[in-house]
């Protein structure tokens, strides 16, 4: 069974950059058609997607994040990764890391990890 | 504020029968397939359906999905306390090239 993780700083000050890691595990991160995603949950609010990344490295991003988003994938430790720069309050959220198919349906998630942004 | 758009919130007594609504546009659900998710609280969203009726797997069949033009539907029937959750559509943007959200639904069981 497929499983994702979370991990990375919880705590970012204002302009500074979060940088989470998705660790897979029960897949690679190379196999099938699939592409890895993060989205994001700001506390008491809706759902919102980062973007998504290919195994060969292929990104695409939410226009509104797209200036201050990036991925990268690290097929070595089978995992991938978002970093956010300039954080503000608003950035604030939980974050998860998901797989996303050819559906472009999010079958598999990740628990979330909460990143405050605060000085 | 979310383009895909759905009530706030919702509610039915056990055993109803209820509906949410996911509203849209051309390039999003009139174009493309809507899933739907359901996050229990505390917890993580789980994929609920995908392409539009089709229930992911463990999914009871009280939960069926339709999509009409730019609008799609999630239904539950003979609700049950353990349906208490909020409810997420999405679906695909050709012209953001991005997935979009709904802005979600909380389902009260009375």
């Known amino acids: 069974q497929l499983q994702l993780q979370e991990s990375g700083s919880g705590l970012v000050k204002p302009t500074q950059t979060l940088s989470l890691t998705c660790t897979i595990s029960?897949?690679?991160?190379?196999?099938?058609?699939?592409?890895w995603s993060w989205i994001r949950q700001p506390p008491g609010k809706g759902l919102e997607w980062i973007g998504h990344?290919?195994?060969?490295?292929?990104?695409y991003y939410n226009p509104s994040l797209k200036t201050r988003a990036s991925m990268a994938v690290d097929r070595s430790k089978n995992q991938f990764s978002v970093k956010l720069t300039s954080v503000t309050a608003a950035d604030t959220a939980v974050y998860y890391c998901?797989?996303?198919?050819?559906?472009?349906?999010?079958?598999?998630w990740g628990r979330g990890a909460l990143v405050t942004v605060s000085s | 504020q979310s383009v895909l758009a759905q009530p706030p919130s919702t509610s039915g007594t056990p055993g109803q029968r209820v509906t949410i609504s996911c509203s849209g546009g051309?390039?999003?659900?009139?174009?493309?397939?809507v899933n739907w998710y359901q996050q229990l609280p505390g917890a993580a969203p789980k994929l609920l359906m995908y392409?539009?009726?089709e229930r992911a797997s463990g999914v009871p069949d009280r939960f069926s999905g339709t999509k009409s033009g730019t609008s799609a539907t999630l239904a539950i029937s003979g609700l049950q306390p353990e349906d208490e959750a909020d409810y997420y559509c999405?679906?695909?943007?050709?012209?953001?090239?991005?997935?979009?959200f709904g802005g979600g639904t909380k389902l009260t069981v009375l």
């Open positions: 392409s539009n009726k």
């Open positions: 998901a797989r996303q198919d050819s559906y472009n349906s999010l079958q598999f």
């Open positions: 990344i290919w195994h060969s490295g292929t990104s």
């Open positions: 029960g897949a690679s991160i190379s196999s099938g058609g699939a592409s």
């Open positions: 999405a679906s695909w943007d050709d012209s953001l090239n991005g997935l979009l």
């Open positions: 051309r390039s999003n659900i009139g174009s493309n397939i």
